[in-house]
């Protein structure tokens, strides 16, 4: 697993995770990869490295206090407060119902809920669009 840096064509930035370097190509060329804020389909890798999948003492690059960073903080509570709001939460049993979803054994419906990163692995693996819920720095502490 690897986690690009984005940025959209409205210079939105956000985090993706994606199974390798040419998977994220090959779903970038099909313009499945969109924005989380305004859904363009114009996006871009950061200018950053990719981070893979964590590590003990890994760098992280990091910034604070630039006025847009504040906004798109705002908006990214926001819509996670909505996400949260209006989805089912199916908890861990998230890979399955987005399985089950997405080959239409189901009533197609918006979920939430959380997976391991092999389960994640799959659901890239499979095509089966979804997205990390944003994650806010502050609720960790
Ligand atoms: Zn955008």
Redesign the pocket.
């Given at each position: 697993m690897i986690q690009y840096s984005l940025s959209?064509?409205?210079d939105?930035k956000f985090e993706a995770w994606f199974k390798s370097a040419s998977a994220y190509d090959e779903q970038a060329a099909r313009g499945v990869v969109t924005?989380p804020?305004?859904?363009?389909s114009h996006v871009s890798k950061a200018l950053m490295a990719p981070a893979i999948a964590r590590k003990d003492n890994q760098k992280v690059a990091l910034s604070a206090g630039h006025p847009e960073q504040v906004e798109l903080r705002k908006k990214m509570r926001a819509l996670r407060e909505k996400i949260v709001a209006e989805t089912d939460y199916v908890g861990d049993q998230f890979a399955t119902e987005a399985r089950k979803i997405h080959d239409q054994e189901v009533e197609a419906r918006a979920i939430y809920g959380e997976a391991t990163t092999d389960e994640v692995a799959g659901l890239i693996e499979d095509g089966i669009d979804f997205m990390p819920l944003p994650n806010l720095p502050e609720e960790h502490n």
């Open positions: 959209c064509e409205n939105h924005c804020i305004c859904s363009s």
